[in-house]
C-alpha cells in the first residue's frame, strides 16, 4: 500500500504490465505545464518535484526504486507527493521504460535518476554504467524524437574535476577520479551532444547536496546520525579534506531556473558557497548537539577528491543563481529534521 488511509488514494494505472502508473486524485489542469522529473523518488529529484508541484505545474515522476539505500526511504517520498495534485509516478527503469509516452506532452525533462555515491562506484562500474549512461543515452534519444521536448537539465556532479585546482571552473579540463565521477562526465557529455535545433540541453554540476532528506549514505547525515544516536562519528581521512557544501532549496532553484534560462549546450557549476572542512562541520555539529563528538578517524577513502570549491559566476550570471543558505543554518535544518525522526540517545 502507497499511501495513507486519510490521504487521497492515488488512481493505479498501467503503462504496460511491468511499469505501474499512479496518478494523484487530484482536480486537473489541463493548462499546466506538464515536466518530466527522473529520479522522483531521490533527495533531490523529490525536492525539485515539490517546487514545481508548488508553481502549478504537472510533475510526470519515474523513478526504478533502485537499492543504493533503504528503498523504504524512496517510497515515502513518492507516497508523500501522490497526496499532492497534479503528480503522477511511473514505477521503472528508464533503460526499459515506454519514453516515447511518458514523454508525451512533457515540455522540460529534469534528468536527475542516477546511481550516486563515490566509493561504491569502484565495485559495481557494470552499475553505475547502467544507471548513468546507458539511462541517460536511452533518455536523451527519445527526448530529441518526442515533439514536444524542448529542453533536457541533467544533474551533473562537481566528481567530474577530479582533483583539479580550486576553484573548479567549466573551461578547465576535466580529470573524475572515480567510476562514478566518469560515469556521470559521460552522461553529461551524452546530453551536451544532443543539444541542437530539436532540443535544447543543460548539465548542471552539483556540489555535494545536504539539507534536510538527504540521502542516508551522505556523510553529513551519517555523522549527525550517529552523533544523535550517541555512536561514535567515523570519518575516513583526517578531516581536513573540505567541501563546497549546497543547500537542497538553493540546488532546485537553480534546476528550476535552468529550464527556461539562456543556458542550452552548457555545463554549469552549482556550488553552495559554504567551504568547509569536515572538521569545520564537526565544530558545527557539537555546537547544535551542545555536546563533544567522538571522532575516529580511517584511512583516506579511494576516489574521494580533498576538495571542492565551485567558480559560481556562470551560475549568477545565467541563471540568476544566488545561495540564500549558509552552511550552519542548513546543517542545523538537517540535524533538526533527523531529530523529528531517530531516536534520540539520552
Ligand atoms: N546528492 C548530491 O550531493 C549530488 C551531487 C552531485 C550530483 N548528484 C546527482 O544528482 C542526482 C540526484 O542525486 P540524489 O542525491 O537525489 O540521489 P538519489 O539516489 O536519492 O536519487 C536518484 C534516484 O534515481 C533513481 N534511479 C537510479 N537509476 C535509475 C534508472 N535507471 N531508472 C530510473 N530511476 C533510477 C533511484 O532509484 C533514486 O531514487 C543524481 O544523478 C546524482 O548523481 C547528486
Redo the contacts with the bound molecule.
Sequence with gaps: MLIGASAPRPILTHMNDHHPTLRSNGPATPTSRRYLV????????SALARRLLDEGATVVG?????T??DVAE?RARTTSLLRRPRYEHVE????D?PLAEILDGVETVFH?????GVRPSFELEDLYR???VD?TRRLLDAAVAAPSVRRVVY?????VYGDAPLPFRETRPTAPISP?GRT?LEAEEICLAANGPALETVAL??????GPG??PD?GLRRFAEAALAGQVVELLGDGSQSRDF?YVDDIVDATRSAADAPAAGLAINVGGGSRITLLGAFDILGELLERPLDLVFHPFARGDVRHTAADTSRARELLGFEPRVSFAEGYRREVDWLRSRIPVAA
Excluded at 536527475?112 to 550516486?116: F, Q, S, W
Design positions: 527522473t529520479g522522483a523518488a531521490g533527495f533531490i529529484g519515474v523513478d526504478a526504486y533502485t543504493t539505500y524512496k521503472g527503469d528508464l533503460v521504460l536527475l535518476a542516477g546511481r550516486p547502467h544507471d548513468n539511462a544533474a551533473s556532479s562537481s566528481s562514478y556521470k554540476r552539483y556540489f555535494t547536496v545536504y538527504q540521502r551522505m549546497t
